[in-house]
């Protein structure tokens, strides 16, 4: 939207706004805000606007609590589902200490780092979300119930597919935000419902992921419903995943890409845990179109990362791994430090594996490598990684290894 501070305390000024609110996430890409009046609003932009950080998990004690929210002018989008006389309207922030520097912990800002790390390199990453998630039903005193919306499947429509009408009220809802809605259906799970999004550079791409999961729930509940985005709400069902479609800008005869994936391929074990941070993330591998083992092929949706059937600016790579307990900001930072590493290195990809890996027999796969099997692995695996320890500050890394 490229606003300056300036615009932005007269556009609240002249649009009747009345609460203002900074946003951020924990570094667990859990979303947390204050709201804070008009007349605050300059001293927010000049002096920043303190919080309690002992009270955010994984931000600090009470010996050093302070930190300091600073609003970036160019997110500054109005809340649709708020009442028209009385705006309310939301800006991303970054998050400094109170001697003026960089939280260290502010993802959003490691984010912005590695993209810059890619731009002295001539690289441009895009990213775009395909984001899965369970719609349940709420009981009369308004908690989540274990029975889903519908039993519909597959892109079906209604009236078996009784989240049509959500998933539009989600999509107009993002299109009043300037967020781009590119497809949503009906997933595979009873319940279970998709919404695509077209690629964008990769801070509004993850800005706009989390803006989603927002969205998503505050609409969901409005109509009585409990929107679930845990990688595997139903034992028995198809769990909900992430895919994140990457592409490389002015890399017009995709040569380039093929390198960056072979960057991503070669350090995704040692980043599954930031890609797939709970303990049920690890029930969604090998199943359900899930991935399990480090492959790639075209359209084959048995690997964990497929080229997908598109041409020209469309073209692109998805990586099928990641759930939507993902913090973007951090799994972004991290797939474009690995394809830089594939780019400047010359990497080749493996040969393709145009084979279903779900059955194929344990003679074939055993060749693979796979995915970490828990929890606890994919810890281990971050843990002993230089390239983690190179790329993400060490308390990070602690915190996510606890």
């Given at each position: ?209 989390m803006a989603f999961r927002t969205v998503v729930k505050t609409i969901a509940h409005s109509n009585g419903l409990y929107a679930d985005f845990s990688p595997k709400p139903i034992a028995d069902a198809p769990g909900n995943g992430y895919h994140i479609n990457i592409s490389v800008k002015n890399d017009e005869h995709h040569i380039i890409l093929p390198s960056v994936i072979a960057g991503i391929l070669r350090y995704i074990r040692e980043i599954t845990l930031f890609l797939n941070p709970s303990e049920d993330s690890f029930k969604r591998f090998g199943q359900s179109k899930a991935p399990l083992f480090v492959s790639w092929s075209s359209e084959n949706r ?101």
């Amino acid at each position: 939207m490229n606003y300056t501070a300036d615009e932005v305390i007269q556009y609240v000024s002249e649009e009747d706004v009345k609460f203002i609110r900074l946003t951020f996430c924990d570094v667990f890409g859990l979303q947390k805000n204050i709201s804070i009046m008009p007349w605050e609003l300059k001293r927010a932009f000049e002096q920043g606007i303190a919080f309690d950080a002992s009270a955010v998990k994984s931000f600090g004690n009470e010996v050093h609590s302070d930190l300091l929210l600073f609003p970036d002018p160019d997110t500054l989008s109005v809340l649709p589902w708020r009442p028209e006389r009385g705006r309310v309207v939301r800006m991303l922030c970054s998050i400094k200490t109170p001697d003026g520097g960089t939280f260290e912990c502010d993802t959003r800002d490691l984010l912005k780092k590695a993209i810059d790390e890619a731009k002295k390199e001539g690289l441009e990453f895009s990213f775009g979300s395909e984001l899965e998630f369970y719609l349940f039903k709420l009981d009369e005193n308004g908690e989540p119930t274990n029975e889903p919306y519908d039993r519909a499947g597959y892109m079906d429509i209604a009236p078996e597919d009784k989240g049509e009408n959500v998933r539009r009220q989600i999509c107009l809802t993002l299109e009043q935000m300037e967020i781009k809605p590119e497809s949503s259906h009906h997933e595979e799970g009873p319940g279970q419902n998709e919404i695509d999004f077209r690629y964008s550079d990769a801070l509004k791409a993850a800005d706009d992921a989390m803006a989603f999961r927002t969205v998503v729930k505050t609409i969901a509940h409005s109509n009585g419903l409990y929107a679930d985005f845990s990688p595997k709400p139903i034992a028995d069902a198809p769990g909900n995943g992430y895919h994140i479609n990457i592409s490389v800008k002015n890399d017009e005869h995709h040569i380039i890409l093929p390198s960056v994936i072979a960057g991503i391929l070669r350090y995704i074990r040692e980043i599954t845990l930031f890609l797939n941070p709970s303990e049920d993330s690890f029930k969604r591998f090998g199943q359900s179109k899930a991935p399990l083992f480090v492959s790639w092929s075209s359209e084959n949706r048995s690997q964990l990362v497929r080229i997908p059937a598109a041409t020209g600016e469309y073209r692109r790579a998805e990586l099928r791994s990641p759930d939507p307990l993902a913090n973007p900001y951090l799994a972004f930072t991290l797939l474009i430090y690995a394809g830089l590493y594939g780019y400047k290195n010359g990497l080749y990809l493996p040969p393709v594996s145009d084979l279903n890996l779900f059955n194929a027999d344990e003679s074939v796969t055993a060749g693979y490598e796979k995915l970490p099997l828990s929890i606890e692995e994919a810890k281990q695996a971050a843990k002993n990684s230089a390239f983690v320890r190179e790329h993400l500050p060490e308390r990070v890394i602690d915190i996510y290894c606890k």
